[in-house]
């Protein structure tokens, strides 16, 4: 036995033995025994329930861990397709002539239209 168990069985059983008291040589040995059987089997059974909570525990920690590990590959993922779909919108405001800064923020418009909206630049006119 590991010397801590020995140490709570000794506790267990110096505090149940002492409120035992009045009895004769031969059956106070046999109670003894019986304490120290039974303190032996709680140290065993508190022993067991300690190991089990901390499993517990580490397996909730470990989902915890798993959880969070899966949030941030969907972020991930989620990132990377914003990229790529501002990359394929950049491609295609190169190929229409508009500025690429324009591309984002149409975001809206682009889902109710399929084409995109070209404006022309009030600037060269007003410049004439």
């Known amino acids: 036995m590991k010397s801590d168990k020995k140490q709570l069985v000794d506790e267990i059983s110096a505090l149940i033995l ?3 008291k009045g009895l004769n040589e ?8 019986t304490v120290d ?3 032996e089997e709680i140290a065993k059974k508190y022993a067991k329930l300690q190991k089990d909570e901390e499993e517990a ?5 470990k989902k915890a861990a798993e959880k969070i590990k899966e949030q941030s590959k969907k972020v991930a993922k989620a990132k990377a397709k914003e990229a790529e779909k501002a990359a394929f919108d950049a491609k295609i405001a190169l190929v229409t002539g508009s500025e690429a800064t324009e591309a984002p923020a149409k975001k809206s418009s682009s889902k109710k ?3 995109p909206v070209v404006e022309e630049a009030p600037s060269s ?4």
């Open 125 to 128: 006119e007003s410049a004439e």
């Open 113 to 115: 239209s399929s084409a």
């Open 37 to 39: 059987k039974a303190s």
């Open 26 to 33: 031969k059956s106070a040995k046999k109670l003894v025994k």
């Open 18 to 20: 002492s409120n035992l």
């Open 57 to 61: 525990k580490e397996k909730a920690e």
